[in-house]
């Protein structure tokens, strides 16, 4: 049984910085693909930024140059790192993992944390 957890997020003013983690825990052999998505209030959930492994990195544009994402391969963690947070991204972020290889054999898709509130205030 694979399960993503999340912590950090919070509330912080604009222009501040937070830090979100997701440690993937189970008996896990390896993954593919970490990332994290956010989800604001009426609108649907959106990528934020993924690491896939042997390809590289993607992030959303209106992220760029502001959201640092990274991961642990030996902890299974992934991490992102926030600055210059904006009222426009506060949301629920979500932890997602995706090719991952466990010891009951086979590879899955699409296992995702709670999710954890990020609110930036103005």
């Known amino acids: 049984q694979v399960q993503l957890v999340e912590s950090g997020g919070g509330l912080v003013q604009a222009g501040g910085s937070l830090g979100l983690s997701c440690a993937a825990s189970g008996t896990i052999y390896s993954i593919i693909a970490m990332g994290w998505y956010r989800q604001a209030p009426g609108k649907q959930r959106e990528l934020v930024a993924t690491q896939t492994s042997g390809i590289g990195t993607t992030y959303a544009d209106s992220v760029k140059g502001r959201f640092t994402i990274s991961r642990d391969n030996a902890k299974n963690t992934v991490y992102l790192q926030m600055n210059s947070l904006k009222p426009e991204d506060t949301a629920v972020y979500y932890c997602?993992?995706?090719?991952?290889?466990?010891?009951?054999?086979?590879?899955?898709?699409?296992?995702w944390g709670q999710g954890t509130q990020v609110t930036v205030s103005s």
């Open positions: 997602n993992a995706d090719g991952v290889k466990t010891a009951g054999g086979g590879v899955r898709n699409n296992y």
